[in-house]
C-alpha cells in the first residue's frame, strides 16, 4: 500500500498510525459512496486493533489500557457521538 497524505503533515503507510487524531484526516468518510461506509469502517476498527495491539506489544500500554481503547474504538465512541 502506498503512503497517504495526511492532514497532520506526516504519510502514513496503513490507516490508524496518525499519533495525532484529532487533525488527522486519513480515514474520513465520503457520503457519496454510502454503501461502502460499513466496509470502511471495518477495515479501520481492524487497522486500529492492529496499532493498538503493537503498542501493547511493545510494552507501551498493558493489557487493560488496550481493552479500554478498542471498546473506545469499536463501541463507546459511536454511542457518544450518536447519543445512542
Do not use: K
Amino acid at each position: 500500500m502506498s503512503a497517504i497524505a495526511c492532514a497532520c503533515g506526516d504519510n502514513h503507510s496503513t490507516f490508524g498510525r496518525c499519533i495525532q487524531p484529532s487533525t488527522c484526516s486519513v480515514g474520513n468518510d465520503d457520503t457519496r459512496a454510502f454503501p461502502s461506509i460499513p466496509a470502511r469502517h471495518d477495515l479501520w476498527r481492524r487497522a486500529s486493533a492492529d496499532w493498538i495491539a503493537g503498542l501493547l506489544v511493545r510494552g507501551l500500554i498493558d493489557e487493560d489500557d488496550a481493552q479500554e481503547m478498542v471498546f473506545d474504538c469499536t463501541t463507546r465512541l459511536a454511542r457518544e457521538a450518536y447519543r445512542l
